[in-house]
């Protein structure tokens, strides 16, 4: 479907990225989001639903293997964003909390995100936000396809053929 694009998708692309570019700048969000690296945000921001979970719901939650997920508790636990306790029932069981400062952090986050959404959503009328919402739904749907296409291409087992003389 070629949409009118006339192959000058790229050019698109790059216009775009030069026009927000400064909404994805330290000056716009404070320095707390670009102190954190993504993964990090994502379980600030699991953590902030959750209360507490374990290191395989991390890992599970962030697609990660366990050892990775490990890494990242220990950089944040470090910077006092959250901490690890030993379950009183079962010594075994770790489980991992946000500290105050780590609350913080991730309300800070948050609000600046809520506060920004609600500046983009006024300025919308009632069918435009319903329009925006129905195109972010498909672009979504869009790429969930194509993941899954590629997924599916990366668990096929590949056959090798052996030629016997």
Do not use: H
């Not at 670009?34 to 507490?52: A, H, I, P, T």
């Amino acid at each position: 479907m070629d949409n009118g694009f006339n192959g000058n998708l790229e050019a698109m692309i790059f216009e775009y990225i030069d026009k927000i570019k400064y909404l994805l700048s330290s000056d716009i969000w404070g320095n707390e989001i670009f102190n954190c690296s993504k993964n990090e945000v994502f379980v600030l921001l699991l953590l902030y639903r959750r209360n507490d979970v374990n290191m395989t719901q991390i890992a599970d939650y962030l697609n990660v293997p366990l050892n990775t997920a490990t890494g990242i508790v220990a950089r944040m636990e470090k910077r006092d964003f959250l901490v690890r306790e030993r379950s009183s029932e079962d010594k075994r069981v770790v489980t991992i909390k946000l500290t105050k400062a780590g609350r913080a952090t991730i309300r800070d986050i948050l609000n600046e995100m809520i506060r920004y959404g609600q500046l983009i959503m006024d300025s919308f009328t009632r069918e435009e936000v319903q329009l925006v919402f129905k195109m972010v739904d498909k672009v979504m749907d869009t790429l969930s396809q194509d993941a899954s296409k590629t997924a599916e291409k990366q668990t096929k087992p590949k056959i090798r053929k052996i030629m016997i003389e």
